[in-house]
């Protein structure tokens, strides 16, 4: 019998990643599900309280679509069987069902900035690393091995205190291979573009008119394109848009990534869209520090899922017996 694989999906980007993976694995059995949780976490879940986090239905949902779009087996919550190795793009909560087993974690892209919630968590371990957000990630131990972007992150993640011996840099899917970007269609050229973040879908602070009137200075006269994230109020967000920036163009779908490859300036705030702007030589603005960004930049090798393919099969191949802190 094939060996089984099983994908925890989550955002877009999650789940392409997981997606990209499962395409190098293909003498296994595959199957996928939506991000989910059990617990009282669960029963917030249904409360509605957590519809902001990929555990929501909103997101959830949009997940479900893309993996039915293509063709993907679909196992919900893991429940139809064993499993011999877990993939998932977050270790911010594990699901009774995959807890023992072999897992591995990719990381997704970049992570939250350390708040004072990230230090209570990591002080006191009976607190849930979701609260902190992405700072989280990696804390869990729970898993084999975790592959990371770069060697900038490997040091990022060792300092947040992730044992060394399981990090392994492959670079990561989306974000592994910048240039191809520069190959589409978006008719638009030489404008500065305005990545929005849902800070406040999250309950975090934002001021966005002062986001918006920074990027109308550094916009001066030329076209100003604000591309809004998925998650976030769209009708809001086009309103304040239109009340700063008359004059500007508003995106609410399309890919961000080749609207970053066609701009001369990019500004953002706390998303991994300014790894793109970086890897394009754009002139790009974040709310983290830039030279940091710049180390922890992740490896352009164009073939970061095919390595952790290769990471799974190692740990597939493995004698049960051989201690899993010898596959790294």
């Known amino acids: 019998m094939k060996r089984r694989i099983f994908f925890i999906c989550g955002s877009m980007n999650q789940t392409?990643?997981?997606?990209?993976?499962?395409?190098?694995?293909?003498?296994?059995?595959?199957?996928?599900?939506?991000?989910?949780?059990?617990?009282?976490?669960?029963?917030?879940?249904?409360?509605?309280?957590?519809?902001?986090?990929?555990?929501?239905?909103?997101?959830?949902?949009?997940?479900?679509?893309?993996?039915?779009?293509?063709?993907?087996?679909?196992?919900?919550?893991?429940k139809h069987g064993r499993y011999d190795l877990v993939v998932t793009c977050t270790d911010l909560f594990l699901p009774k069902n995959i807890r023992g087993r072999k897992i591995v974690l990719v990381q997704e892209g970049i992570t939250d900035p350390e708040s004072r919630v990230f230090h209570l968590v990591k002080r006191l371990p009976f607190l849930p690393l979701w609260?902190?957000?992405?700072?989280?990630?990696?804390?869990?131990?729970?898993?084999?091995?975790?592959?990371?972007?770069?060697?900038?992150?490997?040091?990022?993640?060792?300092?947040?205190?992730?044992?060394?011996?399981?990090?392994?840099?492959?670079?990561i899917p989306n974000f592994d291979d910048c240039r191809r970007f520069c190959r589409n269609e978006f008719p638009y050229r030489h404008y500065v573009l305005a990545c929005t973040s849902p800070l406040r879908e999250i309950f975090r602070r934002e001021d966005r008119t002062a986001f918006i009137r920074r990027a109308v200075e550094l916009a001066g006269r030329r076209r100003l394109i604000f591309k809004l994230h998925p998650n976030e109020n769209v009708?809001?967000?086009?309103?304040?848009?239109?009340?700063?920036?008359?004059?500007?163009?508003?995106?609410?779908?399309?890919?961000?990534?080749e609207m970053i490859a066609n701009c001369d300036v990019l500004l953002t705030r706390f998303s991994s869209t300014a790894f793109v702007g970086l890897a394009l030589g754009k002139e790009t603005y974040s709310d983290f520090d830039m030279d940091e960004?710049?180390?922890?930049?992740?490896?352009?090798?164009?073939?970061?899922?095919?390595?952790?393919?290769?990471?799974?099969?190692?740990?597939?191949?493995?004698?049960?017996?051989?201690?899993?802190?010898?596959?790294?």
């Open 16 to 78: 392409t990643q997981m997606h990209q993976i499962s395409l190098h694995l293909p003498e296994y059995e595959h199957a996928f599900s939506p991000y989910y949780c059990d617990g009282p976490t669960e029963m917030l879940r249904r409360l509605g309280l957590i519809e902001f986090t990929i555990a929501g239905n909103k997101l959830a949902g949009r997940c479900r679509d893309y993996l039915r779009h293509h063709g993907l087996p679909i196992d919900d919550q893991g």
């Open 131 to 171: 609260l902190a957000g992405t700072s989280t990630t990696g804390l869990s131990d729970a898993y084999v091995a975790f592959c990371v972007a770069s060697e900038g992150y490997r040091d990022f993640f060792i300092r947040k205190g992730v044992r060394p011996e399981k990090i392994v840099v492959t670079g």
């Open 235 to 257: 009708e809001r967000a086009t309103r304040e848009i239109h009340r700063h920036a008359p004059g500007a163009t508003v995106f609410t779908t399309g890919s961000a990534e």
């Open 293 to 328: 960004l710049r180390r922890l930049m992740p490896v352009q090798n164009g073939s970061a899922a095919f390595g952790i393919a290769n990471v799974c099969r190692r740990l597939l191949d493995e004698k049960p017996a051989a201690p899993a802190e010898g596959v790294c």
